[in-house]
């Protein structure tokens, strides 16, 4: 794949804690310029960011981030208040406790109400892989089928690892049809992002491949 190929599967992030305006006017304008699937930022940031892109860029943000144990109700609003503001796209945390209480109808129903909070607006679930077993992994590729969401997805980057090869083959394998799967945290090269996507992921969540364009543009090794 070439890098412009590559780059199309990319919500270009930035959710750290202290990012300022400029830093996140920056990365909307790389994603658009590079021509990725999104720009994910902080909820603070949506409108302002919505109204600056003016419909050229997808806008992508988070709820219930990064740890996931805000109620249902607060994650619904977030998600309604994001897209009232200009989100096209919602990526939620799961509450990792009812995973590990087993308590799944309560867990499906949370990500369906969110769901039916996003309409036709994609969602996207995370599930923090790292601090999961391979059955929970699977389960929760069955729970987010049946809830309807979009999109199956690693890590917020937060936690204690990111994305791994064998946990996007895992849940591409168990992901029920129309679900997509989205690798995110640490992914730092392009050769990386291609074997994910070869792998099945139909999403990357980084800020680095657009790094190394700018990088290699600025040592004049510019061209994609």
Known sequence: ???????????????????????????????VK????????????????ANYVDGKLPICTVIGFPNGYSTK?????????????????????????????????????????????CGEKILKVIIETCLLSDEEKIKMCEIVTEAGADFIKTSTGFSTA??????????KEHV???????AAGGISSFDDAEKFISLGAGRLGTSRLIKIMKSEAAAGQGGY
């Open 1 to 31: 794949m070439t890098k412009a190929e590559i780059l199309k599967y990319v919500d270009h992030t930035l959710l750290t804690q202290a990012a300022t305006w400029e830093e996140i006017r920056i990365i909307l304008d790389d994603a």
């Open 34 to 49: 590079y021509k990725t699937a999104s720009a994910c930022i902080p909820a603070s940031y949506v409108e302002r960011a």
């Open 73 to 117: 109700e607060t994650k619904v609003f977030e998600a309604k208040d994001a897209i009232a503001k200009g989100a096209s796209e919602i990526d939620m945390v799961i509450n990792i406790g009812l995973l590990k209480d087993k308590r799944y109808e309560e867990l499906e129903e949370e990500i369906r109400e969110i769901k039916k909070a």
């Open 162 to 171: 990111g994305a791994t090869f064998a946990d996007v083959k895992l849940m």
């Open 176 to 182: 029920g049809k129309g679900v997509r799967v989205k």
